[in-house]
């Protein structure tokens, strides 16, 4: 536009107040259309041909003072009000610009704004290649945003990046303890000589006699028996060790006797007779090894009158029974008319 046109605007200006605008829109329109605005603002079909309202007029008229620039604007705020401040809006703007190379200057002011509008959507900076002004303002969010999160996900990056440098020592880092971990202070020397905190344990010196469990109250020691005072194991080995205790029983020969089922069932131990029991064909006398057996008297006396080498087998197959009951030897399980014949154990007592 030449600077001529512009002289005698001026003093119309104040004549031309007609259209409800803003200030900024209204020194558009004038620098736009100086001649036609100032005298047929009112008269001139230009301005009813449009028929828009007042309100755009002034916003169309700073890309071209033509029709189509106005159709073309007008266009842009049908597509305006939709998202005025999504990226869509900018690229229509961008793209209308673009058939008109002739005007890409008067075009450049507008997208100005639009990117200040718009600093986080990062679209913008890939279709507005035009402007080099988006370009450059575009780039600068993404940055805020890459860099905690480059911190978040490779804090060890960072780490080697502050070890090149050469200034901080490596740390020494755990990383099963997470980032609470890290934190806390290192264990002393003294910590380490100390023993591990225990629950169960009162304390690793206490005696363990002190906490041993109370014999009656346990339910595994149900099966225990209390023996009586001189009568542990140690005090049958004694008493078997002496050959002058008769253990075998009263009214027996001093050899081995041939002892049938029946004979082995009468010695049930009741009415003062002797209580025998048979192991593997020999026949014992377990009477005297009654207050001495740690099972109890209870026990031992289920295999009374005939044979308890099942019994025996199922509760303590590690136990020597020749070992313990040796001296206890009444002779050996002979069927009854085996017995009847042999006619005693004066056989027996040969044989040895
Ligand atoms: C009717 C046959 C018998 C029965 C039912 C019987 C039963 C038992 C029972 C219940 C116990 C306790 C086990 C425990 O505390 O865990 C025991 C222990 C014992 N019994 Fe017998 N018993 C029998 C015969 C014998 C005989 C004939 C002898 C000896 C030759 C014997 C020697 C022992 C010994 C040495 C123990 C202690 C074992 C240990 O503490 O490891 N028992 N018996």
Redesign the pocket.
């Known amino acids: 536009h030449p600077p001529a046109t512009w002289a005698p605007q001026p003093p119309s200006e104040k004549t031309s107040a007609k259209p409800p605008t803003t200030g900024s829109t209204r020194d558009a329109v004038e620098s736009l259309e100086p001649d036609v605005l100032v005298e047929d603002t009112q008269s001139t079909p230009k301005a009813s041909a449009t028929n828009v309202p007042s309100i755009e007029i002034p916003s169309l008229h700073l890309d071209n003072e033509t029709k189509p620039v106005a159709q073309n604007d007008h266009q842009s705020r049908h597509n305006g009000p939709i998202d005025p401040l999504s990226p869509p809006s900018t690229a229509t703007a961008a793209t209308s610009s673009q058939p008109k190379p002739s005007n890409g200057s008067l075009m450049l002011p507008p997208p100005l704004p639009v990117p200040q509008l718009l600093p986080p959507s990062p679209q913008p900076s890939a279709t507005a290649s035009t402007t080099s002004s988006k370009t450059t303002s575009m780039p600068p969010p993404p940055l805020p945003r890459l860099r905690p999160i480059a911190a978040q996900q490779q804090p060890q990056q960072s780490l080697s990046s502050s070890l090149t440098s050469g200034r901080y020592p490596p740390r020494p880092t755990n990383p099963a303890a997470g980032p609470a971990g890290s934190l806390r202070p290192p264990p002393s020397a003294a910590s380490s000589l100390r023993a591990p905190p225990s629950r169960s344990s009162p304390s690793s010196l206490a005696p363990t006699k002190l906490i041993a469990k109370p014999l009656s109250s346990s339910a595994s020691n149900k ?3 209390i023996l009586q005072p001189g009568y542990s ?1 140690l005090d049958w080995a004694a008493l078997t060790s002496n050959p002058n205790n008769n253990l075998r029983g009263k009214n027996l020969p001093p050899t081995l006797i041939r002892v049938t089922p029946s004979m082995l069932k009468a010695q049930n131990g009741r009415k003062g007779a002797d209580a025998w ?1 048979s ?1 593997q064909g020999k026949v ?1 006398n ?1 009477t005297p ?1 009654l207050p001495f ?4 008297k209870g ?5 009374v009158g005939k044979d ?1 080498g099942q ?2 087998m199922e ?2 197959p ?2 020597n ?1 020749d070992a ?2 040796g001296e206890c030897l009444v002779g050996i399980l002979v069927a009854e008319t085996e017995a009847e014949s042999s006619g005693g154990g004066n056989e027996l007592d040969a044989m040895d």
Do not use: A, M
């Open positions: 099966n225990k028996h194991p029991t192991y014992y377990i090894y057996h740690p099972g109890g026990e031992l006396l289920r295999g308890s019994l025996f509760i303590h590690w136990v029974w313990i009951l």
